[in-house]
């Protein structure tokens, strides 16, 4: 469980019965312990004592990237909890695949405490929902990069969301999302002109309609994924390689 209750009573002791090394050290030197532990052994720290608890919170406070994937079978909806409602500068998150902690209270922590969130992948988590989706979408901004991949849940209100409000928008992959269609691939065609990553692979109510507008000169996408999309037309994909397009070339 990727929380508090990590520490056991053997931590506690041997800290309680050692030299306390936060009185001794400045934040630098501690900072750069922490660098070397992992998630686990973070928590442990922030269970020690109140002035341990304090560093490690400044500290997650400092860090711009967080990979929980490492941690998805252990990590908990309160683990994953405890660490967003510390970080404030984050600019890389990666929740893939952490289903059981990934939740909409958590994307509404996200929102709340990630407004300077540059990039989030959270591909496999099917608590990612369109209300959710759309409180990020209000409050991180500079989103660049997006990896909702096989979260099932994602519809068009979503989508259209992230496209009017993150308008920055440089790589968005939602294979499988089967509530994404036209209507919302539309509207980031229009909106998210600097797009050159879009994956709606399996996406199964795509159309030459949406697909059709990437075609545009104000458009810079360079890489579409569109395997599964029957009623896409090869005609059209001919079109987009002839435009410099690669499709159905990366994985």
Not at 46 to 73: A, E
Not at 145 to 151: A, F, G, I, T
Request: hydrophobic share 40%; net charge negative; with cysteine.
């Amino acid at each position: 469980m990727m929380d508090d209750s990590f520490c056991t009573q053997t931590v506690e002791s041997y800290f309680a019965s050692s030299l306390d090394i936060v009185h001794v050290f400045p934040t630098e030197i501690m900072f750069l312990v922490f660098d070397w532990l992992d998630l686990e052994s973070l928590c442990l720290c922030r269970s020690v004592s109140i002035t341990w608890r304090k560093h490690v919170n400044g500290y997650l406070g400092s860090l711009f990237c967080l990979d929980f994937v490492p941690h998805q079978s252990v990590l908990t909806e309160d683990g994953l909890r405890h660490m967003l409602k510390s970080v404030s500068n984050l600019r890389v998150l990666h929740v893939d695949n952490c289903w059981l902690s990934v939740t909409e209270e958590n994307l509404f922590l996200i929102a709340q405490n990630c407004s300077k969130l540059s990039v989030l992948t959270a591909s496999r988590c099917k608590g990612v929902t369109d209300v959710g989706l759309e409180a990020i979408a209000r409050q991180c901004k500079e989103l660049a990069e997006v990896d909702l991949s096989s979260c099932f849940t994602i519809s068009d209100v979503g989508m259209m969301a992230l496209s009017k409000q993150c308008s920055h928008l440089k790589e968005l992959h939602v294979s499988s999302c089967y509530g994404v269609t036209d209507k919302s691939i539309t509207v980031l065609a229009q909106q998210c002109l600097g797009l050159t990553e879009l994956d709606v692979s399996y996406c199964y109510y795509i159309t030459d309609q949406s697909i059709k507008l990437f075609l545009s000169p104000k458009c810079k996408l360079k890489l579409l994924r569109i395997k599964g999309c029957s009623k896409v037309s090869q005609g059209l994909e001919s079109q987009l390689m002839s435009n410099g397009v690669v499709v159905n070339n990366f994985f």
